[in-house]
């Protein structure tokens, strides 16, 4: 097990969140990343933390993340950025970013989580009814929700159901239904859906 970072206490939230980025930055191991990787994805939950997270470029490194091959580094980046997504300055800073084509990624993840958590950015980085960045609602992650919202889980099922109501129009799922259902990016479902291995 990774060693908590060594901290002095007097530090405050700032210089804590600090020493979790260095460690990350430092370490070779991949179990001490991963568990950085999980408690930065837990700041990021709380309002309070976004400011220090920007000043210290987690978002960037969440998405820096999701390009790894580790699916649990992508599962707690994506983790993060899901949770970041509730403040319009940390959308902004995602999208301005090229953060999308990176979450669009994510949809393809054999791990449930990380799924669901990419849909929820992908929601957090739009407005119900306002016009959402282009990339966020093209063809290919229209057709991924219509075929998620087949999914046997109820949660990926209920997900994709809300994207395709609030954040797509009728033309863009009828347009999206019209092509051949097997050309949504190949993207195959996530694991707890896909026949087992041998």
Same mark, same amino acid.
């Given at each position: 097990?990774?060693?908590? $970072?060594?901290?002095? $206490?007097? =530090?405050?939230?700032?210089?804590?969140? *600090?020493?979790?980025?260095?460690?990350?930055?430092?370490?070779? +191991?991949?179990?001490?990343?991963?568990?950085?990787? %999980?408690?930065?994805?837990?700041? %990021?939950?709380?309002?309070?933390?976004?400011?220090?997270?920007? *000043?210290?470029? =987690?978002?960037?490194?969440?998405?820096?993340?999701?390009?790894?091959?580790?699916?649990?580094?992508?599962?707690?980046?994506?983790?993060?950025?899901?949770?970041?997504?509730?403040? &319009?300055?940390?959308?902004? #800073?995602?999208?301005?970013?090229?953060? =999308?084509?990176?979450?669009?990624?994510?949809?393809?993840? $054999? +791990?449930?989580?990380?799924?669901?958590?990419?849909?929820?950015?992908?929601?957090?980085?739009?407005?119900?009814? %306002? #016009?959402?960045? $282009?990339?966020?609602?093209? /063809?290919?992650? =229209? *057709?991924?929700?219509? /075929?998620?919202?087949?999914?046997?889980?109820? /949660?990926? &099922?209920?997900?994709?159901?809300?994207?395709?109501?609030?954040?797509?129009?009728?033309? *863009?799922?009828?347009?999206?239904?019209?092509?051949?259902?097997?050309?949504?990016?190949?993207?195959?479902?996530?694991?707890?859906?896909?026949?087992?291995?041998?």
């Amino acid at each position: 097990m990774a060693q908590k $970072p060594k901290v002095d $206490p007097h =530090v405050g939230r700032l210089g804590y969140l *600090q020493a979790l980025v260095t460690e990350f930055q430092e370490t070779q +191991s991949q179990d001490a990343k991963e568990q950085v990787l %999980a408690n930065l994805a837990n700041f %990021a939950y709380d309002p309070g933390n976004y400011q220090y997270l920007r *000043q210290l470029q =987690v978002l960037d490194l969440f998405l820096d993340s999701l390009s790894e091959e580790n699916e649990t580094l992508v599962e707690f980046a994506m983790g993060g950025l899901c949770n970041l997504c509730a403040d &319009r300055a940390n959308r902004e #800073h995602i999208l301005q970013a090229g953060g =999308v084509p990176l979450i669009v990624n994510c949809l393809s993840s $054999p +791990s449930e989580e990380t799924v669901l958590s990419a849909v929820t950015a992908l929601m957090g980085l739009g407005s119900p009814g %306002a #016009h959402p960045h $282009p990339e966020l609602t093209a /063809r290919p992650v =229209v *057709q991924c929700m219509l /075929r998620f919202s087949l999914s046997a889980s109820a /949660r990926l &099922r209920n997900l994709a159901q809300i994207f395709l109501e609030d954040f797509c129009s009728p033309s *863009q799922v009828a347009e999206a239904r019209s092509w051949r259902a097997d050309a949504a990016l190949g993207i195959p479902l996530p694991r707890a859906e896909a026949p087992q291995q041998p």
